[in-house]
């Protein structure tokens, strides 16, 4: 079985807060329901629509292998089943930084940076749901609406 490394519901709240940068993308800001994170992401809105208040599971995921195998970082076509299969958008990308925020107050917030082929992603919130994440971790983040 696939260890996923962070795994939630978020609702969308904000599309393109600063202004719409590019034609095909758009940067989305969602807030998840079990765990309380705060997501920046940006999307390939062309090929995967988004609207304010659409609910979405987004699962980030070492490998894609359902029986967990780690990634080789080569596609094999060989039709197996994989954990992608299960999921609408796919993308496979690095984890580049890790830091921590205490300018809230009372309680320190981890962020996490992953980069997917130059779509960017910021994942903010309590420091426990960043206990899996590694420096230069290969990720594969996955979203399904629900």
Avoid at 24 to 52: C, G, W
């Amino acid at each position: 079985m696939v260890e996923l490394l962070f795994e939630d519901i978020f609702v969308l709240t904000r599309i393109d807060p600063d202004g719409k940068k590019f034609d095909k993308v758009s940067r989305i800001e969602a807030r998840s329901e079990q765990f309380d994170m705060y997501m920046q992401l940006d999307v390939n809105t062309e090929i995967y629509p988004m609207h304010v208040s659409d609910k979405f599971t987004m699962v980030l995921a070492p490998t894609l292998s359902l029986d967990g195998t780690p990634d080789t970082g080569y596609f094999m076509q060989g039709g197996r089943k994989s954990l992608a299969d299960k999921f609408e958008y796919v993308m496979h990308g690095k984890l580049y930084k890790i830091s921590e925020d205490s300018s809230s107050g009372h309680s320190t917030k981890v962020e996490i940076y992953a980069s997917f082929g130059g779509l960017l992603m910021m994942l903010k919130g309590d420091p426990s749901n960043a206990a899996n994440f590694e420096l230069d971790q290969r990720l594969f983040l996955l979203m399904r609406k629900v």
